[in-house]
């Protein structure tokens, strides 16, 4: 099994800026993670994909945090972490972390299990 945890949420100002992290761990089990995508959930609303790095680090972002937020992976410490600078009220939301994990010879999806985060205007 491979737990992915995230960490980094919290209360912010408008304008201000937050970093989360996705960092991916298992007991004794060799993986190594592929494609990774960082979703959000406002209340009362669908999750939404928000930013995505390829395992190469090509990156995407939905056209509503373009600009303001980068997606960026540190292989070595099997963690990728999402930038997200001009917080807007808008951005609250319970954000997710999915990777794509290849445990030979299979690849698995894992979710990780959540980062609150809140911007007060």
């Known amino acids: 099994q491979v737990q992915l945890v995230e960490s980094g949420g919290g209360l912010v100002q408008a304008g201000g800026s937050l970093r989360l992290s996705c960092a991916a761990s298992?007991?004794?089990?060799?993986?190594?993670?592929?494609?990774v995508d960082w979703y959000r959930q406002a209340p009362g609303k669908q999750r939404e994909l928000v930013a995505a790095i390829s395992t190469g680090g090509t990156t995407n972002y939905v056209d509503s945090v373009k600009g303001r937020f980068t997606i960026s992976r540190d292989n070595a410490k099997n963690t990728v972490y999402l930038q997200m600078n001009s917080l807007k009220p808008e951005d609250t939301a319970v954000y997710y972390c999915?990777?794509?994990?290849?445990?030979?010879?299979?690849?698995?999806?894992?979710w990780g299990q959540g980062t609150q985060v809140t911007v007060s205007s």
């Open positions: 298992s007991s004794g089990i060799i993986f190594s993670i592929n494609n």
């Open positions: 999915n990777a794509i994990v290849t445990i030979t010879p299979s690849t698995y999806s894992y």
